[in-house]
């Protein structure tokens, strides 16, 4: 009411403030979240940019980046979006790194035309990972036979319950380089003439925000408020941008009838999910 109040009063007698929109991407970069967790994503975050990118006195959208990784598929389409925006917009995009922009979450930050980290920030982690546990020496123990079917030679490849193949491992390493590729061409396109010539910076090792500054992963050591106030001004406003949720909110917890082996699955699953984000979250120490 007191910005609409504002805006009613002739030009000449506002008192005229710069508004900055601030969107928050945080989290594990998934294509679904899970019933203990939410999910960074496409369809999660397009609403909130939207609305940052449609601010038309807005002299650029900050973006806090939290994340360690994820979905490469996920990232580039956040990515993509973000690029798009502030191509049609013609909006400045100043990214800001929290705890962590590692992965698919340093991909995201690459959607800045600036870079902005703390000293204490962790950065970069530029390489692909997959990973998942094998179980056929448990199944011989117990005594269960496993049975697969398929049309297609290759229709079970990489199954976690039968021995591993070396071609299968050499399979799915060809595609982890060619989606390397795609990252370290990304990197070498938003980060021209910044970069520095160390070799380990597309080996998938990640670095404190100082030490990013000087291989050139990002632009500068600094907090988001201070950083926008000293480029406009001390009376900046920074305006969160979220998603709108629906009239009644997120769905409320319960239990239907007959769903008590549905709750059990989905905990366990949950559970699963929880102990999978951890350890992404904990590979960096956080």
């Known amino acids: 009411m007191v910005e609409f109040l504002r805006r009613m009063l002739p030009k000449r007698f506002r008192k005229e403030r710069v508004i900055v ?3 928050r991407l945080s989290g594990v970069i998934s294509s679904g979240g899970g019933p203990l967790r939410q999910s960074l994503n496409l369809a999660g ?3 909130a940019l939207e609305r940052a990118f449609d601010m038309k006195e807005a002299p650029a959208v900050a973006i806090v980046v939290n994340s360690p990784g994820g979905s490469p598929v996920q990232s580039r389409m956040i990515y993509n979006r973000i690029r798009d925006l502030a191509a049609e917009k013609k909006k400045k ?3 800001f790194v929290e705890d962590v922009a590692a992965s698919g979450g340093y991909m995201i930050a690459l959607a800045g035309d600036e870079i902005i980290a703390d000293a204490t920030s962790i950065v970069g982690s530029i390489g692909v990972v997959s990973g998942g546990f094998g179980f056929p020496e448990l199944l011989k123990k117990i005594g269960v036979e496993r049975r697969v079917y398929t049309a297609g030679e290759n229709k079970a490849i ?3 319950f039968q021995p591993e193949k070396e071609k299968d491992i050499e399979y799915l390493k060809s595609l982890q ?3 390397h590729k795609v990252f370290i061409d990304m990197v070498l396109e938003r980060r021209t003439g910044k970069l520095s010539a160390d ?3 597309f080996s998938g090792l990640f670095w404190t925000g100082s030490r990013g500054l000087e291989l050139g992963l990002i632009d500068d050591l600094g907090d988001m408020r201070q950083e926008l106030r000293k480029r406009f001004g001390d009376k900046v406003k920074l305006a969160l941008v979220t ?3 629906s009239l009644f909110g997120r769905k409320s917890p319960g239990i239907s009838l007959g769903s008590m082996d549905g709750l059990g699955a989905g905990l366990a699953a ?5 102990a999978e984000e951890k350890a992404l979250w904990g590979r960096y120490g956080l």
Request: aromatic content about 0%; cysteine-free.
């Open 270 to 274: 949950g559970l699963a999910e929880v």
């Open 93 to 95: 995009v100043l990214v």
């Open 158 to 160: 990489l199954d976690p």
């Open 199 to 201: 070799g380990t910076v």
């Open 177 to 179: 380089l060619e989606i």
């Open 45 to 47: 975050v397009a609403q």
């Open 21 to 23: 929109p601030v969107v």
């Open 243 to 245: 998603t709108p949720r």
